[in-house]
């Protein structure tokens, strides 16, 4: 028999009503066999995320305030859902909620509160479905460095699966050496649920959520954008990197090592096919030259003007060190034969700014420093770019259609993408633009 391990996001387990569709998701088919969940999302767009209710209680008894109140708002949640499932868990609950207020008392951390979401709804699904729960602190590590420990997760996960015909393992959070708590980033469900898909070498990772699939650019800036229906690892890793928000950048690597595809599907319309995101698809399963359209807002350019810079021998190697000294990792380096620009978020820049304005004055004596703090990025990207002539032709094209400067342009070596620097008011515009000519008039 496959297995299949399905991740179900925090509007997907939102409430009872919600789960009973994903029971009968994973009912319908036998070899869904590991369920990781998120803790409940958004009911409605005005609701908050159980994550950031235990943020913000967290931070309230930290400081010594009163949380009784928030608290309570937060036990609400779940015993709402656990009394119209008809689950007769109240009393183990009332439990767990009184240790969480206890080590809430302790100062037990951010990490500790927020892991609570996925925690709790972890124990109400396994119940639920009547499958073994596994606290996801005992399987998943992370090292002194804070990093994930990969192999020695996934030996554990194994190890501890082999044991049960089916389990639910809480999204999000594992534990470092000293058995404190210690989450992902936000969204780091996703990174767990991939974990396990490779620890089991599951056949498939579905990850549900509320839409049917990856779409081709920001629903938030292009209303109803197409879906894509096939996707490479690369090509994911890109998009999410550049603020495609449905999936998690960092949950490519541990599925991908292991060649297990992921589906992305929607949790409400169970009957899409959804995203399928592979090693490499078919060259033709894409109806449209890109892929996908992404980018952020809040970037930097710094950049450093010196006559015959080109001649001089270690002249980039001196400029990448004072950002590294700085703890800044740079995003795109594009230069000319006497100029370098660097391109870095915003926030991290501002932060250190006199001190790498004054390194770099010592490390390379240059003519000019020149910073541009007005910067949007915006990724086109697609395996389709490669075979095409003429895209980049038809994204300039179209940006100065609707009157947008292009401030700075790279493509990678792999004609995977294209990035292009304009101005964060022009962000939305370039989006729709490029969107408008590639997928709405398909050329
Ligand atoms: P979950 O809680 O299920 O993990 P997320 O909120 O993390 O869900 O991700 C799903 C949301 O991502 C969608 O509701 C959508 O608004 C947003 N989103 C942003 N960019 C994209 C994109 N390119 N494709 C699909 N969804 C996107
Ligand atoms: N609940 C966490 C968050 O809101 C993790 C996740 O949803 O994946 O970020
Ligand atoms: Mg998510």
Redesign the pocket.
């Known amino acids: 028999m496959q297995t299949k391990v399905v991740k179900f996001?925090?509007?997907?387990l939102a409430d009872a009503n919600q789960f009973v569709k994903v029971a009968n998701i994973i009912k319908a088919d036998p070899s869904r066999r590991y369920v990781v969940p998120?803790a409940p999302?958004k009911r409605f767009p005005k609701d908050t995320k159980v994550t950031d209710m235990l943020y913000a209680c967290y931070d309230v008894a930290a400081r010594g305030g009163d949380f009784s109140e928030m608290f309570e708002a937060i036990v609400a949640r779940y015993m709402e859902i656990v009394r119209e499932l008809g689950l007769k868990i109240e009393d183990r609950l009332t439990r767990e909620f009184s240790t969480i207020r206890m080590s809430f008392m302790a100062r037990a951390g951010r990490d500790y509160a927020a892991s609570r979401g996925e925690y709790l709804n972890g124990i109400v699904l396994a119940n639920y479905l009547g499958f073994s729960f596994i606290d996801a602190a005992d399987v998943i590590f992370f090292g002194e460095d804070g990093k994930l420990r990969l192999k020695e997760t996934c030996h554990a996960v194994k190890d501890r699966l082999s044991e049960v015909g089916n389990a639910v393992i809480p999204g999000f959070y594992g534990s470092m050496p000293n058995d404190t708590v210690k989450t992902f980033s936000r969204?780091g469900?996703?990174i767990t649920g991939a974990i396990v898909a490779a620890a089991v070498n599951a056949d498939l990772y579905e990850n549900?959520?509320?839409?049917s699939?990856?779409?081709?650019?920001?629903?938030?800036i292009v209303p109803n954008p197409e879906i894509i229906r096939s996707i490479t690892y690369r090509e994911l890793r890109e998009?999410a990197y550049m603020g495609?928000?449905?999936f998690h950048e960092d949950a490519i690597f541990p599925v991908r090592q292991a060649g297990i595809p992921i589906n992305i599907r929607n949790t409400n319309r169970p009957e899409d096919e959804g995203t399928v995101i592979t090693e490499s698809a078919p060259e033709d399963s894409s109806p449209y030259t890109v892929t996908?359209i992404?980018g952020r807002r809040g970037f930097v350019t710094v950049t450093i003007e010196k006559d015959m810079m080109n001649a001089e021998l270690g002249f980039g190697r001196r400029v990448l060190e004072v950002f590294e000294k700085n703890g800044i990792s740079f995003e795109h380096m594009p230069s000319g034969i006497d100029t370098m620009s660097i391109i870095v978020h915003k926030d991290e820049f501002e932060a250190r700014e006199s001190s790498i304005i004054e390194g770099l004055r010592r490390a390379v004596s240059p003519d000019r420093i020149d910073i541009d703090r007005d910067v949007a990025l915006l990724a086109v990207v697609g395996r389709g770019m490669r075979a095409q002539r003429g895209t980049a032709a038809r994204i300039f094209a179209a940006l100065a259609h609707a009157k947008v400067n292009v401030k700075m342009i790279d493509q990678g070596s792999s004609e995977l993408n294209i990035i292009v620097g304009i101005t964060n008011d022009d962000f939305e515009t370039s989006v729709k633009a490029v969107y408008d000519i590639f997928v709405t008039q398909r050329l």
């Open positions: 996001g925090g509007s997907s998120s999302g969204g469900s996703d549900w959520t509320d839409v699939g990856f779409f081709v650019t920001d629903p938030r998009l495609a928000g449905v996908g992404a």
